[in-house]
């Protein structure tokens, strides 16, 4: 699995973090930026790469970080075929997946702290789409949300 990483300048430090303890568990990372603090950086500009990248499947899956999570999370559901969301429970991390095949996990730099962060990426990571009809079905439908009001 190729998983992407973006953060702004609130997530940079835990986007660092959180790169030492992918590799360290054998996962192959792609990072999207920002490679330095700049202090006012712009979350649009810093999630397009990433989100541009699950749209090409270029990766998988991705994680996107910037001060409270919820920046990032908004704009990259603004990318045909993202399905971000915020996240800061476990619960969440990995049946976001389950149900409704959530690509990217958005989380807060200022909020949480390294160790909850890597065990939500660790559900999250984990979990498969399982695919039973009404799960199929709602995501169908939010494929045609997407058809239907993204010009
Ligand atoms: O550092 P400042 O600009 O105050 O705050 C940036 C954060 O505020 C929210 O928009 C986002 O979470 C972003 O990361």
Redesign the pocket.
């Given at each position: 699995m190729k998983i992407g990483i973006a953060?702004?300048?609130?997530?940079l430090e835990q986007k660092q973090n959180i790169v030492s303890l992918l590799k360290s568990n054998g996962y192959q990372v792609i990072d999207y930026g920002a490679d330095e603090f700049i202090?006012?950086d712009?979350?649009p500009d810093i999630i397009a790469p990433l989100a541009k990248a699950i749209q090409n499947q270029e990766v998988n899956r991705g994680i996107a970080?910037?001060?409270?999570?919820?920046?990032?999370s908004i704009a990259a559901n603004k990318f045909a075929g993202v399905r971000a969301a915020l996240v800061s429970e476990t619960y969440s991390a990995h049946q976001g997946v389950e149900h409704d095949d959530m690509n990217l996990i958005c989380v807060?730099?200022?909020v949480l702290g390294t160790s909850l962060i890597w065990e939500l990426l660790q559900a999250f990571l984990q979990a498969e789409f399982q695919g039973e009809e009404r799960f199929s079905r709602r995501l169908q439908k939010v494929l045609k949300l997407e058809k239907d009001n993204f010009k």
């Open positions: 953060a702004d300048h609130a997530g202090p006012d712009d979350y970080v910037c001060g409270s999570g919820v920046g990032v807060g730099g200022r």
